[in-house]
């Protein structure tokens, strides 16, 4: 009898391991997304301290980082992050390499971000966008000097009656902004829609002038990433992983909102042609189009005849944007010249 109940016992313990082991295999799909969502986490949280180090950086002494400070760096352009990082080195090949070594490290976590973000929830994404928005805001100019050229050619035609088309920058060299400025001998690049909108900035004092134009610069940004929202979902895309794409990019977050760029304008109307096109509002699409080429005019936006002409799908639609609208993040390194 105990013979018998012993050799049921081992019999059963038997079946129990391989069924022990299925389940462990079970898991493993499981426990990987888990990993993968734990990894994009961390990475969201590195971006966001990278980001804060880089101003950091920028804002404790001139520097290469920011280029306006070798003339002059005020309290109101240092920002109010300025003097938290008084270990920051004094040697400058120095800084470039921990600069280089920053970037391409929060370019390695930007990656690591997209190749998780299905496994991420939405909030903590918009999250760290938001966050890197007001780090950004609060830097200083990065790496560029376009924010005191802007406001340059504004206060040329606002304040000293000189046409920016016809006129360079020299003539107004008493001015309290030229200082700040690089292009002396340049007419102005821009497109009149984009200067007329700097001539509300001319009444204002240099700081503050530059601090509207800054908070313009973000809040246009995050037009952006809201209208890159609403457009993933009209083609049935993940919008986390479309704004992660967009709002996360490093290259974005240094020199378009931490170079205060004003290419964010521009394409905050390309989106907005693309998403009334994707509602087939192809008229007023069509006039978006245009007063982004107003803004800047490297946005080379071709005619959107082709649409009227094919009522598809959304997503059809979409690519056709993409083909022709060479500022859609495929072709914009191309097609937008700096500046």
Not at 17 to 28: C, I, K, S
Not at 220 to 225: E, H, K, Q, T, V
Request: charged share 10%.
């Amino acid at each position: 009898m105990t013979v018998t109940r012993s050799s049921t016992t081992a019999t059963q313990r038997t079946l129990e391991l391989p069924a022990a082991g299925t389940r462990a295999w079970a898991d493993l799909p499981r426990i990987g997304r888990l990993a993968a969502a734990a990894l994009g986490y961390l990475s969201l949280v590195a971006i966001v301290g990278t980001s804060l180090a880089l101003v950091l950086a920028a804002a404790e002494r001139h520097s290469f980082l920011s280029p306006p400070s070798h003339v002059g760096f005020p309290r109101w352009m240092s920002g109010p992050l300025a003097g938290l990082l008084p270990g920051l080195t004094h040697h400058g090949h120095a800084l470039k390499v921990e600069f280089t070594v920053a970037v391409a490290g929060a370019f390695v976590l930007y990656l690591v971000v997209l190749a998780s973000v299905r496994f991420l929830r939405a909030w903590p994404v918009l999250a760290a966008i938001g966050a890197v928005h007001v780090i950004f805001f609060l830097s200083p100019p990065l790496l560029l000097t376009d924010i005191f050229n802007y406001i340059n050619y504004a206060r040329m035609g606002a304040v000293h009656g000189l046409n920016p088309y016809v006129h360079v920058p020299v003539l107004v060299s008493q001015d309290a902004a030229y200082r700040f400025t690089t292009w002396h001998h340049l007419r102005s690049p821009y497109g009149p829609l984009f200067t007329l909108g700097t001539y509300a900035l001319a009444p204002f004092p240099l700081s503050v002038a530059y601090w509207v134009y800054k908070l313009s610069v973000m809040c246009a940004s995050l037009g952006c990433i809201a209208l890159v929202w609403k457009c993933a979902r009209l083609v049935g895309r993940s919008p986390t992983a479309a704004v992660a794409f967009v709002g996360l990019n490093p290259f974005f977050l240094v020199y378009g909102l931490g170079g205060q760029h004003n290419d964010v304008f521009m394409m905050l109307l390309v989106l907005t042609g693309v998403y009334l096109m994707l509602r087939r509002r192809e008229e007023i699409g069509g006039a978006a189009f245009a007063a982004a080429i107003a803004v800047k005019a490297s946005c080379r936006v071709r005619s959107p005849g082709p649409w009227e002409r094919s009522r598809g799908s959304a997503s059809s639609r979409l690519r056709y944007s993409a083909r022709t609208c060479p500022t859609t993040p495929r072709r914009a390194s191309s097609s937008c010249r700096s500046g």
